[in-house]
């Protein structure tokens, strides 16, 4: 025991010295832990910023579709009026309308779309588009009423007119501008979205491994934590193995004290009572001495035969009546059942009880006695009022109060039980109560 307890302790030492490398790791945890935060900002950042690049691209893509389809309209437009005036089909007048009627709703929405983009330049330059397409359809309309008026000669030279051929030529170049300029800007939003990907994924990456070796650090810190709490229970364990020993010891040097004690006591007491024949006093000491192991025995659940439920009024004929010098001494009445795991307790209080009796009190002299009134109160509980009569001096008062005062509370705080203790004119009187639904110690 003495080797366990210094091997523990250095342990337990070393568990103290171990306080330092776990405040570090606790302190690389939290750094981790920070790291951890700040990638996870950091991809929260790229993420937006991969999204707005995103949106942007799809924002180029939309104004060039509708720069495409305006000149679309513009060209469906002029070959049909064209192909009307020169064929005269009503198809081409119907194409010629049904441009002419889109065109301005295609023209708001673009401008309204280049102004929410936020560059001038384009809205600029869509601007020029849009007066232009719209002197476009005003040279349309007027060469369309010259025909229907029967101008033929104006409406020719107004078709074959510089200012046409130069309106659409603005037109398609103003656009052919804004084209490449939307294709440079959905370019760049694409490499910058590209990128934004890429960093998010490194980001992605190096949070992984934050994580995981967070969770490294988390798992070897409750290994240790695990360790140190093994270590400070084994340490409990063996100091409360220690103080059992030790009480044990203590326990066993005071029965054995108790044991010589009684053995003298009744050895004199059996030599007053057979002064002459020395046969039958050596063979009544051995028969009382006989009678006081076997008594011995039964408080130490040990005897044979004595095992499972006992009566108390067996246990305390069989504990009690080997200190008292006459069966009279020791008057019972009543009786309650006993179970296996209460006896030990039950016998080492019977065992004190009587102890002291037969130093002090009812068992002492001749002219004492004591009565043991038991009732019983149904699963296992009971009472037992321990009555001496006898004379009771300040030696006796004094006595209770030791070592053997001491184990009979431990055994009566094994059964939960209460003690009531008073010194009387005849003696002492002792009531313990056992409470009801008692399943011994564990």
Known sequence: MAALWKSDGARGRGVIRSVPWRLGAATALALLLSATLMVAVAIQGQRIAGDRASARGEATVDTLLRLETILELTLVAENGQRGYLLTGEPESL???????????????????????????????????????????????????????????????????????????????????????????????????????????????????????????????????????????????????????????????????????????????????????????????????????????????????????AVGMAQLLRSVAGAYADAPEQLRISGNAAATEESITPIGLIVNELATNARKYGGFSRPSAHVEARIAGQGANGFSLDWIEFCASGPERIGASEGFGTRLLDTALQQLGATIDRQVTEAGIAVRIVVPRQHEGPD
């Open 94 to 308: 119907a194409a010629y309308e049904r441009a002419i009627g889109r065109l301005p709703v295609a023209l708001d929405e673009t401008s309204a779309r280049l102004a929410a983009g936020g560059d001038p330049q384009q809205v600029a330059r869509f601007a020029t588009v849009r007066r232009a397409i719209e002197s476009k359809l005003l040279e349309l309309s007027e060469t369309l009423a010259m025909h229907e008026a029967g101008h033929d000669e104006a409406m020719r030279a107004l078709v074959r007119s510089r200012l046409s051929r130069e309106l659409a030529e603005q037109v398609q170049a103003v656009i052919g501008t804004m084209r490449r300029i939307e294709q440079r800007a959905r370019a760049v939003s694409r490499g910058e979205a590209d990128r934004a990907r890429d960093r998010l994924a490194m980001l992605v990456g190096l949070a992984i491994a934050l994580l995981v070796a967070v969770a490294a650090l988390t798992a070897w810190l409750g290994y240790h934590a695990a360790r140190d709490l093994t270590l400070r229970t084994t340490l409990d364990s063996v100091r409360a193995e220690r103080d059992r020993v030790d009480l044990l010891r203590r326990e066993l040097s005071h029965r054995i004290k108790n044991l010589f004690a009684i053995t003298s006591s009744i050895v004199s007491a059996t030599a007053r009572e057979t002064p002459g024949d020395t046969r039958e006093t050596v063979a009544a000491i051995r028969a009382r001495i006989d009678a006081l192991g076997r008594a011995h025995a039964l408080s130490l659940g040990e005897a044979d035969g004595e095992r499972g």
